[in-house]
């Protein structure tokens, strides 16, 4: 079955440490991949996506991912995070066989100032 | 552009009573529309995705439905909710252009 799976549930850094949030879907096909930020109190807006072509792709405030096909995964990456990274991270697979469009589990990010 | 609204935004509701939950998209035709729900811990659960008028798929058997008589109007519905129905639920419109979910304001369900 497809799934996506986002194995960091909770993750705590110092502000301006490096950030790597995993995410691994389990399908053979062609799918297009998504990151999701969810800041307290607001609502679901997109970081970036990836749907072809370059597989490292840059989003918006300095986050990025790489596609990693034969890993299955879609990792997001911030070289140095501020304390207004704090929020909850969400990535999502859009399956190509079917129209839908599967969440992980999110990843809730804490900063420290 | 596109806008997408649900309601009503809160609803509480006792155990064993129907539900109707309404989501309307504007600004666009023929999208392929979703529900899911947000719980704590859990990430957004997709609960059902339409591709057009009537065409509904399930993703999770549960005591929930779902319904889109219209192009742009999706439906979910429970004849009789449990308590497990409690959450927050999302209707989301692909764009069909960006490829990516554009979200609803959410309805806040607390079954009691």
């Known amino acids: 079955a497809q799934s996506v799976s986002q194995h960091n549930h909770h993750v705590i850094l110092s502000e301006a440490a490096s950030l790597e949030l995993g995410c691994n879907y389990s399908y053979g096909g062609t799918v297009n991949l998504f990151w999701y930020v969810q800041y307290p109190g607001q609502h679901l807006q997109l970081l970036l996506k990836?749907?072809?072509?370059?597989?490292l792709v840059k989003g918006i405030k300095g986050f990025e991912a790489e596609f990693i096909k034969s890993k299955f995964s879609f990792n997001l990456r911030k070289p140095s995070v501020q304390w207004s990274d704090t929020a909850e991270y969400f990535c999502?697979?859009?399956?190509?066989?079917?129209?839908?469009?599967?969440f992980g589990s999110g990843t809730r990010l804490s900063i420290r100032p | 552009s596109q806008t997408i609204h649900q309601w009503p935004a809160t609803l509480v509701q006792p155990v064993g009573s129907p539900l109707s939950l309404e989501c309307t998209v504007e600004g666009t035709s023929n999208p392929n529309l979703y529900w899911y729900r947000q719980a704590a811990g859990r990430g957004l659960q997709l609960l059902f995705y339409s591709v057009g008028i009537g065409q509904i798929s399930s993703e999770v058997p549960q005591n929930l439905s779902a319904s889109r008589p219209q192009d742009r109007q999706f439906i979910l519905s429970s004849k009789k909710l449990l308590l497990s129905d409690s959450g927050f639920y999302l209707c989301a419109s692909l764009r069909q252009v960006a490829g990516e979910l554009f979200f609803g304001e959410g309805s806040r369900l607390t079954v009691l």
């Open positions: 990836y749907f072809s072509g370059d597989p």
């Open positions: 999502a697979v859009k399956f190509s066989s079917a129209s839908k469009i599967i």
